[in-house]
Each structure stands twice: as structure tokens, then as C-alpha cells.
């Protein structure tokens, strides 16, 4: 969703179409990287935002159902151009509490 | 940064020794004050690139260096091949190719002046924009592969622009050793209905004043004079040398260790020059180029379209093209004798010396012109290369201001809406789809180009030629 928010509000957008994802990486934070440039790849090539996400993970595996619309410049005002993940500062780890980190940083 | 272990060796040459894994020192181009105001990511990035197999003399930085994703912004490396050297995605940067071109227009301001609202519009109208804007051409896999091996040459063949303008662009508009194939079909598909597009984020078109002239005989050469017109472009590869970056990184970070390479930084991902995966980056790098290149060939035959027609006195012929995000291979002086080196330049900009035989022969007694671009509302500097430059970093300069802030920390601080118009109070015309963009984008956000282009001077990287003011900004 912070990928989604840094564009547009995501409250802004309807979940009107269904993308499909499958992504395989060596890591957890390749895989991240992976998955958020399939994302962007989709967002560029179909012009459209996603508001909504259905992710699975199995070992370094991931599969994810994806719902938006396509871009309407007058409606929307997308301030940027989500170009690439970046392995800066990409992190994947559980933290001591249990809960779970994800960082990583988007080129725009 | 703190400064405290650098070796001053001039006032605006600053040296880290090697220690440790790095295999050469690190040269920072700055005075004192520029040094001091920098990230230390710049240095501790530029002291992770000195670690690479096969780098010569030294990792340089210029006076605009900041932070970037594993090579700093403004960095310069050389690898040679025969020393087991590398080429490295990350040392090339996402926006492959990314560069500056300059047109004369050759007319005078106060020509501008009288039309200026409605040539600001019709550029902003004309001239594909922001997030999501797409060009009228939509590329079929064979012109596709053309346009890839092609780049501005491609472009002229069907009508964009001038042959004339194509000695004007390095390597005469068409990079050679392009390798369409080597790049993937998802970077294919971001490309193909964004030729002819500006882009987001720092990208721009500028109608600009010659504000000030500091050489004479080299303004002259280039054609420029006290208060003509120019308008500069600043883009780059658009969607297809992201994607190509992006896909060669991740290829290059998980061979990394069959190659017995240690990566200080999964960012500075890199394969030997001449590896298998080494040798398809450069070709799909150099496709990039190209691309890069027919982009800006495109805008350039738009903006004349729009001024042919508010303007119709205008004459716009191209100055000249640089890139500032490349590996090109150069013969060098490096490691002591002749050699041909990759040379990575990532944001920062080739400036070959005079009588270099890449420059065009009419501005080759001059030096290669050289654009830094500002920010909107600040000025923007032509510069040359000078025989001292091509000892100091290869015949490399810097390319920009470099950001002072992060976009959001620039959202915090300024409204979009009050950008433009202390702007147009200053007789700058703002144009552009996103009012946060143009915040994320305010003069005040980028650091002072005034003092990174006098130390860019001052250090011989190359001469100070003319000063440029814009008029018209418009911003993707």
C-alpha cells in the first residue's frame, strides 16, 4: 500500500480489476525487491493503481491477487513515477516482538 | 562529512587513502565548504566502489556528489578489463543515459518576452509530461529493435529533427554495440508508448536566458550570446533503462559470488567486463542509450513544431547532447600508461579537453560542451572541457545541483501552489500536471549550483562558459 500512497491517496481509488502475481527468489529481501517490481511493472505497463492486495508466502515463494483501476489523470493527480525497487536499505527480518519488518527503498 | 582524515591536495582536490579492501583511494572534487556539506554516504559509498576488481587510480566524486543507490551520484570509475575490471549496474544509475541537449533558438529575449505565456502553454500542451503521460508514437517490436540500434539516427530517418543535428549528439546520435536482444520484452512493453516523453521527477524542459558570458572565445565557438534564447532538455530512458537496470542488477547481485566477487553493497552489483552477464548489460546498456537518445531527438522536433508556430522567426539548431548515466569505453591515461578503460560516469558528465577527436569538429578547438542543469528558478551553467580535466577523471564534470533535501522533507517545507507563483514574480513560468511535484522540486530544495560549478571550475574539471536563467519551465 505505501507504494500505492506515495502516487495517489489510496482511499481515492476502486478495486474494480484483478491482477495476478507469482514471484521466486533466492532471499526474502530479493523477493521483496522482486515483488514490488512486479507491481511497478504492471502499474507502468497498464497505467493503472492498486488499492487492495492478497499476498501468500511459502519459502522465498510468493503469490498475490492485486485490485485497482486503471489511472484517470483528472480524478487522480498521480504526483510521481514509481521507476524501480532498489536494494537500498532493503531489509526483511522478524523483529524481537514477533512482528515483521519490510523496508525497502522505490526510485521515483 | 567529517574531513578530519583527508589529505588536502589542492583547494579543491581532497584525497581518502586506500585502506583496507580498497584497492585505490578516493579523489573528491570540492572546496572546503561543499566538501563539509556532503552526505558521508558519499564517502563511504565512494570508499565501497575503490574496493571493485579492476579499478584504476582512484574513485572520483564531484563537487555535486550526494547519496546514491550503491555508487554516490556524481561518481566516476574506471575499470580496465586486463585487471579483471567490472561493469556495474548500479555505477550506471536506473535512467540509463539520462542527459542534457541544448538548442540555440536564435532569437533574443525580449522576442520571448512578448509571447511568453502562450509558448509556455503550448509547450506544456505539446510536449508529454508527469505521471502516465504517453507519446503519439507506439513502438512495434520492429521498430522497436530499429529504435533500440537506431537512437537519435532512428529518429531522424522518420522525420524527427535535422541530420544536421545528429554530429551535434556524442557518438554522432547512435551508440555503437547497442544489443536490442539482450533487452528483456518487460522493458520493451515500459517503452513502447513513451518515446517522445519528458518523464516525472527531475526531469524538464527549460526556454532559457544567456544571463552571462565568463569566455568569450569559447561562447563563441559554441554560438552563444549576451541574451539569446536556448532551450534545454533534461531526460532520459524513460521506463525500458529502468527496467533493463533494474533486471541486470538483480542478475548481477546473485552471480556475483561465481564471479568471486565481494559486494561491499547488494547495490554495487557487477560481473566481470568480460563475463557472459557482463557482456549482455552492455549491450542492452548501450540499446538503453540509444533509446535515450531517439527520446530526446523526439521532444526536440516538438518543441520545434510549437515554436515554428508561436515564434516562426525562431531558427532552433542543437548546440549539443550529453548523457550524464553511462559506461562508455574510453582510451585513457590510467594505471600509469595508455589503456582502454569502461569508464562509469553516474550523474556526472563527460568533458573531453579540446582537440579530443569525439567532439564535433566545429567546437573541437573549444572543449566538449558541458550542461549542469539547476533547478527551476535557478540558473543553469554551459561549461567546457579542458585539457586538465582529462588528467584530473577521465575528461569528466559534474552534471546538477544535487538535492539538498528528500522530496518529502521538500513537501514539508513548500506548497506548490506558492512555488509558481513567487516564480512567475520573478518572470519564470512554471508548467506542470502535479502541484506536489513542482513542491518536491523548489529551488530551495536543491543545494546552490553557483558554488558546485565554480569548484567544477576552479578544480580544471572544466571551464565556466555561460550562465543560463530560465524563462519557461516545464516540469513532468
Not at chain 2, 76 to 98: K, R
Not at chain 2, 124 to 133: D, K, L, T
Not at chain 2, 247 to 264: D, G, K, N
Not at chain 2, 438 to 452: H, I, L, M, S
Request: proline content about 4%; overall charge negative; aromatic content about 6%.
Amino acid at each position: 500500500m505505501a507504494l500505492t500512497a506515495i502516487v495517489v491517496d489510496p482511499q481515492r481509488l476502486h478495486p474494480s480489476e484483478r491482477v495476478e502475481f507469482s514471484c521466486n527468489a533466492p532471499d526474502d529481501e530479493l523477493l521483496l525487491a522482486d515483488w514490488l517490481n512486479a507491481v511497478i511493472y504492471e502499474m507502468a505497463t497498464r497505467h493503472f493503481l492498486f488499492c487492495r492486495y492478497r499476498v501468500a508466502l511459502v519459502n522465498h515463494s510468493l503469490t498475490a491477487q492485486a485490485w485497482g483501476e486503471p489511472v484517470d489523470l483528472n480524478r487522480h493527480h498521480p504526483v510521481v513515477e514509481p521507476k524501480g525497487a532498489t536494494y537500498t536499505a532493503l531489509v526483511v527480518r522478524q523483529e524481537t516482538d514477533g512482528s515483521w519488518l519490510a523496508q525497502c527503498v522505490v526510485d521515483v | 562529512m567529517d574531513i578530519s582524515d583527508f589529505e588536502q591536495l589542492t583547494p579543491f582536490e581532497w584525497r581518502i587513502p586506500a585502506t583496507g579492501a580498497m584497492r585505490v583511494p578516493v579523489v573528491i572534487f570540492a572546496d572546503e565548504a561543499l566538501l563539509r556539506a556532503m552526505d558521508d554516504k558519499v564517502r563511504e559509498q565512494a570508499a565501497n566502489v575503490a574496493t571493485l576488481p579492476g579499478i584504476m587510480d582512484a574513485c572520483y566524486a564531484m563537487p555535486d556528489a550526494h547519496w546514491g543507490y550503491g555508487f554516490p551520484i556524481g561518481g566516476v570509475a574506471a575499470f580496465d578489463p586486463e585487471e579483471g575490471g567490472v561493469v556495474s549496474a548500479g555505477g550506471v544509475g536506473f535512467d540509463i543515459s539520462c542527459g542534457v541537449r541544448c538548442l540555440h533558438t536564435g532569437v533574443q529575449t525580449e522576442a520571448v518576452k512578448a509571447i511568453q505565456e502562450r509558448l509556455a502553454n503550448r509547450l506544456y500542451h505539446r510536449i508529454p509530461a508527469g505521471v502516465g503521460s504517453t507519446g503519439e508514437l507506439r513502438l512495434l517490436p520492429q521498430a522497436m529493435e530499429a529504435m533500440l540500434a537506431g537512437g537519435a539516427r532512428w529518429a531522424v530517418g522518420l522525420g524527427y529533427g535535422e541530420v544536421a543535428d545528429l554530429e551535434r549528439i556524442e557518438e554522432g546520435g547512435q551508440m555503437q554495440g547497442a544489443e536490442p536482444a539482450r533487452v528483456s520484452l518487460h522493458a520493451k512493453q515500459r517503452q513502447q508508448d513513451e518515446m517522445g516523453t519528458l518523464g516525472s521527477g527531475n526531469h524538464y524542459l527549460e526556454v532559457q536566458r544567456v544571463a552571462e558570458i565568463y569566455d568569450e572565445g569559447i561562447a563563441r565557438v559554441f554560438g552563444l550570446t549576451q541574451d539569446e534564447v536556448v532551450v534545454s532538455i533534461h531526460c532520459g530512458s524513460r521506463g525500458l533503462g529502468h527496467q533493463i537496470g533494474t533486471e541486470f542488477l538483480r542478475e548481477m547481485a546473485v552471480s556475483a559470488a561465481t564471479h568471486q566477487i565481494v559486494l561491499p553493497d547488494r547495490e554495487l552489483a557487477c560481473a566481470p567486463i568480460e563475463s557472459e552477464v557482463g557482456r549482455h548489460y552492455l549491450g542492452a546498456m548501450r540499446a538503453a542509450i540509444n533509446c535515450a537518445l531517439a527520446n530526446r531527438q523526439i521532444l526536440t522536433h516538438l518543441v520545434r513544431e510549437v515554436f515554428a508556430d508561436v515564434l516562426p522567426e525562431a531558427r532552433l539548431s542543437l548546440l549539443y547532447d550529453v548523457s550524464h548515466n553511462t559506461c562508455r569505453v574510453e582510451k585513457h591515461q590510467a594505471g600509469g600508461r595508455g589503456r582502454t578503460v569502461y569508464v562509469h560516469r553516474k550523474g556526472a558528465t563527460r568533458a573531453f579537453g579540446p582537440g579530443h577527436p569525439d567532439i564535433p569538429a566545429a567546437l573541437r578547438d573549444a572543449g566538449q560542451p558541458v550542461f549542469i542543469g539547476g533547478s527551476m528558478g535557478t540558473s543553469s551553467y554551459v561549461l567546457a572541457g579542458t585539457e586538465r580535466g582529462m588528467s584530473l577523471a577521465y575528461g569528466s564534470a559534474c552534471h546538477g545541483a544535487g538535492r539538498a533535501m528528500s522530496r518529502h522533507e521538500a513537501t514539508r517545507r513548500w506548497r506548490g501552489r506558492d512555488v509558481v507563483a513567487d516564480l512567475a514574480a520573478q518572470g519564470i513560468l512554471i508548467r506542470s500536471p502535479s502541484l506536489r511535484g513542482v513542491a518536491e522540486e523548489a529551488p530551495g530544495a536543491y543545494k546552490d549550483v553557483g558554488a558546485v560549478v565554480d569548484a567544477a571550475d576552479q578544480a580544471g574539471l572544466a571551464r565556466k562558459v555561460a550562465k543560463l536563467v530560465p524563462l519557461i519551465c516545464v516540469k513532468g
